[in-house]
């Protein structure tokens, strides 16, 4: 009981006020000039560049809870998620309003023809779903089995977000690379454990066949 | 650095979006207005809107009759928002970096198919020629410009004063390599030095300078000190800085983001708004300091001194 007051009262509070840290350092250096000559794209790559982040944050917490058997870590992951979406959203609202001014015929030229902007767009789409279908309601409603393989899209999601990364720069993939090797490595965390569950299953069922020969 | 004026809220940008207000249908008004509030916190309190007027006031001590009389872009916005790969990949890097680079002593090594080769100190290859202001726009290939006043000379100057051979059709130009001063170079991003090249008709061409100044003064480093090639009518990456050899050859020379992307950056890299990037659209640039986009200009608006360079060609595939 205690330690649920912690989480909800304290910790969670607090992880939600982190996580709007970077938006809140965006507004003030906007309205401060303390951003480049050229904003918008400033607002863009901060806006992404923390979507990105708080998708790897969340990919690594079963991982996390896992090494290190703090379970209760289970308990931020949807904040975490929910918030990957809202800076999804900032992003997504920076382009179409901020970089294209709603110039919809654009956008929409835009969205098939450059592969940057499709996959970042599929990415975002995905972001909806896992959002949307986020809610305790949500998991009743699929069931557990269901709503799991529906939140597997975060893999993609992240994926999707370096390759919309790495495909947007110039000639400095140093960063884009950074990102998919953690990507990377919390997805090869997934397949390992998933390689090795079965392993120890059939290890498991053939040392009961074993003992019943 | 420049001394911060209070915010004054008479601008020419402001009425332009109100002009805008007007042609926006009545659903749209409301987003229009909240992103004219955006836009006017976003720049009028930065830099753009007041540096603006300030360095507008600065006047061309040798004007040239190429000037465009568009608003310049602020003094702290072109030396601070920059491509300078030698420093960094971030526009902010070269600004934080480019005081390690020594510019003087500076040689500069003209050689090739020429009648005349030298090494020649710095001043004493600037020093014959009266260096003149050259406001142009700077259209970057990544689709945001500016308009500088460049203090220099043609570069034909220098051609004329070396004399080539017949055997000369490219001008290839190298920038300096020193990895303790230049610490982007440590990464190989791009092939170190950079190199770029120049079809002898279009070096030969009255809007192609050699600079070594803005806005009146001393190039600062970020900006290609001590000498750097501006060709106004090509993207932005065509303009070599901190050059250190000018080569007259025979064949088209190699160049850096060529080499780095042949299928994204040709020989050419003329302004285009017809030829997309293969990642992103060519058509619309946004002016730093300016919220809404503008188209962008063929040959970035400087079709009248250059086109007749490229008739014929397709300018597709050399793009």
Known sequence: MKKNFVIARIIKPLLFVSCL?????????????????????????????????????????????????????????????????????????????????????????????????????????????????????????????????VHRLIYFTGIGGVIHYLWLVKADTQRPLIYGIIVLALLAFRVWNYCSARFSAHVVLSSREAESV | MLIKKPDDVASSEITDEKTYFNRRSFMKTAAVAAAGVTAYSLFSKKTSLTFAQDDNSWKPANPSKFNTTEALTPYKDVTTYNNFYEFGTDKSDPAENAWRLKTNPWTIEVNGYVKKPATYHLEDFVKPYKLEDRIYRMRCVEGWSMVIPWLGFPLSEIIKRVQPTSKAKFVAFQTLYRPDEMIGQRRDVLQWPYVEGLRLDEAMNPLAILAVGLYGKTLPNQNGAPLRLVVPWKYGFKGIKSIVQIRFVENQPPTTWNLSAPNEYGFYSNVNPTVDHPRWSQARERRIGEFFKRPTLMFNGYGDQVASMYSGMDLRKYF
């Open chain 1, 21 to 149: 840290v970077p938006l809140a350092l965006l507004t003030w250096n906007g309205f401060t000039g303390h951003l480049s000559a050229n904003p918008i794209s400033d607002i863009t790559h901060e806006t992404g560049i923390w979507t990105l982040r708080l998708i790897v944050v969340t990919l690594a917490i079963t991982p996390l809870r896992q090494i290190t058997k703090i379970h209760a870590l289970i308990r931020f992951r949807r904040m975490t998620g929910l918030f990957a979406f809202f800076y999804g959203s900032l992003h997504f609202m920076t382009y179409v309003w901020l970089d294209q001014f709603f110039d919809w015929q654009s956008i929409l030229h835009d969205i098939p023809k450059r592969p940057f902007i499709t996959v970042g767009f599929a990415s975002f789409v995905m972001l909806i779903l896992l959002a949307v279908t986020s809610t305790k309601k949500m998991i009743r409603r699929l069931g557990g089995k269901k709503w799991n393989m």
